[in-house]
């Protein structure tokens, strides 16, 4: 069958007859055949785009991973031919694809691009309204200095240049240009290299996490040297658990956290780490102790207050910014430290109640100043 057959077959399993997991295998065997299909390349992310919002086993960041890597080597394709009007739809699916996951602003950059390369569809003016209308919300509910959905399930990162080290018996290629973009999720933390030299492919990549130090390298065949790049991170996480995307300007590594904390800066920084539930805290397997101070938080172990270890080393070691507070911690009897936590960590930080007696009681309920209203990030 035609290759244009072929398409045709899976363009309408995906969008006639809704069925994404089976359009997949479809666009798949064809990319098996003509790996620089362009639309097999765009409407496989289609595939796992709708696979993510629509099949709770297909929503991860990885599956999101896909649907960029697709779109990327699409747009890689789409420029090696100079195809003005293919590139443009390129734009346009990466518009839809940060569209749908509500990241408006990214939205209305892929869009204008679009539009830069002549991409018109009767459905365009539709977008532009929807689009429109998001951002004047937000930027209502917010400002439009950051990309918000509500308090974002993805932070924008506020800083994004950060440089590299090279090995000292390796020169450095005098066109290496790296930045660094970072972004967050509950429990996901993504850093993008956008740089000049790429990878060859993610398993040229050496990535070590020892503790909070990251470090990545990988070979420069052809300049006789390798990238390098070492940070300590702000908090921990997962050694084990990472994924790796190349794409045609930049590679991204999302990590697991192993705090579902957010992360105010990508790097440590002394002093300004975020209060901590010691990790001698401990958990209520039965649920049967109705004397067990055993309370939700947002974790989903339930910890029992009463039985928390105060350490004096463990509080030397996650101290909070605010000198005040830090000195009341530090000078406060046991009981009022678990209070102090206790308070916090249940009132998403809005309330610090030093009484245990108090607030052994119950849960902490959030307290937010008046006009404001409590979102999930």
């Known amino acids: 069958m035609p290759i244009e057959k072929d398409l045709k077959v899976a363009y309408d399993v995906l969008y006639e007859e809704g069925d994404p997991k089976r359009a997949l295998e479809l ?21 796992y785009e709708k696979l993510y ?28 031919r100079g195809d003005r009007a293919k590139i443009g739809l390129v734009y346009f699916r990466f518009f839809v694809h940060h569209f749908n ?34 951002l004047a919300k937000m930027n209502s509910e917010h400002g439009d200095d950051t990309d918000k959905k509500g308090k974002s399930d993805l932070d924008v990162p506020t800083e994004a240049v950060k440089t590299i080290n090279i090995d000292d018996t390796k020169p450095t290629p005098p066109d290496m240009k790296v930045r660094t973009d970072w972004y967050q999720s509950t429990d996901k933390l993504t850093v993008s290299f956008f740089t000049t030299i790429l990878p060859a492919n993610k398993d040229s990549m050496d990535i070590k996490i ?39 300007k930049k590679f991204e590594i999302t990590f697991k956290k192993l705090e579902n904390i957010k992360w105010k800066s990508l790097e440590y920084e002394a002093n300004t780490n975020d209060l901590h539930i010691p990790p001698t805290a401990t958990t209520n397997a039965t649920g049967n102790n109705r004397d067990s101070l055993s309370y939700p938080n947002s974790s989903k172990k339930k ?63 959030t307290s937010l100043p008046e006009g404001q209203e409590l979102k999930e990030w």
């Not at 299909?37 to 409407?43: E, G, H, K, S």
């Not at 709770?56 to 649907?67: F, G, I, W």
């Open 303 to 365: 910890i029992d207050w009463s039985k928390i270890d105060i350490d004096d080393d463990e509080t030397d070691q996650n101290q909070s910014t605010d000198a005040f507070f830090q000195q009341l911690y530090a000078d406060a009897d046991p009981d009022t430290r678990r209070a102090m936590m206790k308070s916090f960590i249940e009132s998403n930080g809005t309330t610090l109640n030093t009484n245990w007696e108090e607030v052994k009681k119950a849960p902490v309920e």
């Open 27 to 47: 666009y798949n065997r064809i990319l098996k055949e003509s790996p620089k299909a362009l639309n097999a390349l765009i409407y496989k992310a289609a595939c």
């Open 210 to 248: 020892e503790g909070l130090h990251l470090s990545i390298s990988y070979p420069i065949p052809d300049k006789g040297s390798e990238f390098q790049y070492n940070i300590d991170l702000a908090h921990n996480v997962d050694p084990q658990e990472y994924s790796v995307i190349v794409m045609s």
């Open 53 to 80: 919002f629509g099949d709770k086993q297909y929503r991860t960041v990885e599956t999101l991973d896909e649907a960029k890597s697709c779109l990327a080597e699409a747009e890689d394709v789409a420029m090696e």
């Open 101 to 134: 996951l509500k990241y408006y602003k990214m939205a209305e950059t892929y869009l204008k691009r679009a539009k830069s390369y002549g991409y018109a569809d009767p459905t365009l003016a539709l977008w532009e309204d929807k689009l429109k209308n998001k």
